[in-house]
Structures are given as C-alpha cells and as structure tokens.
Nanobody, 118 residues
Framework: QVQVAESGGGSVHPGGSLTLSCAAT????????MAWFRQAPGKEREKIAS?????SPTLKDSVRNRFTISKRENTLYLQMDNLKPEDTGMYYC??????????????WGQGTQVTVSS
C-alpha cells in the first residue's frame, strides 16, 4: 500500500512563489526515486524535477534556476520561486520503481493546481 498526496497549489502573480508538498506513505521517500510532473493545458505531462533515494536532484532546464526539489521525512517538496505564466498546470507527485530515477513511475497523486497569471 503506497499512497502519495499533493498539496500547496494555488494562484499567484508572475514572480511569486509557492511550495508544493507531497505526503507519502512512510518509507517511500527513503526507498525510491520520486518526482514532480506538470501537465499544462493542451500539453503532454512532463517531468520537471526528480530526486533519487540518496537525495540527488535533477531539474528540467526551464525550471533549474527557479525550482528546488527536496525531501524531509515522509514528505517530498517542490519550492517554486519566480513563477512564470508558463509554469501554470497541474502538478503531480510520482513514485519511481527503483532507487534511482528512470522513466517508469508507478504511483501517482491526484494533483494540485498551480496558476500563474497577472
């Protein structure tokens, strides 16, 4: 039984900040790769950040200088600074099938909406 649940989304102006949280079943964050995906309207879902079991982060180029992925205890975080309208979308927390990050994710949260507009 593995479950993850996102929270922290909302509406902000360009340049604003949000911190997303993903509460996971105990043991998950310490066992497998975890990641944040984003799906913007009319676009495919894309991985924007991931972190290995050991804590090594990887960020998509478009968010690398603005977002930070981290984890603490049983929660995965995504700190988002200097938000842009193109960051708008549904953000999902996902759990990989190995301790390092591949393209396969097997557990997903319900998503939390982030809207960036003037």
């Amino acid at each position: 039984q593995v479950q993850v649940a996102e929270s922290g989304g909302g509406s902000v102006h360009p340049g604003g900040s949000l911190t997303l949280s993903c509460a996971a079943t105990p043991g998950v964050t310490d066992s497998w790769c975890m990641a944040w995906f984003r799906q913007a309207p009319g676009k495919e879902r894309e991985k924007i950040a991931s972190i290995t079991r050991s804590g090594s982060p990887t960020l998509k180029d478009s968010v690398r200088n603005r977002f930070t992925i981290s984890k603490r205890e049983n929660t995965l975080y995504l700190q988002m600074d200097n938000l842009k309208p193109e960051d708008t979308g549904m953000y999902y927390c996902a759990v990989g099938d190995t301790s390092f990050c591949t393209n396969k994710f097997v557990y997903w949260g319900q998503g939390t909406q982030v809207t960036v507009s003037s």
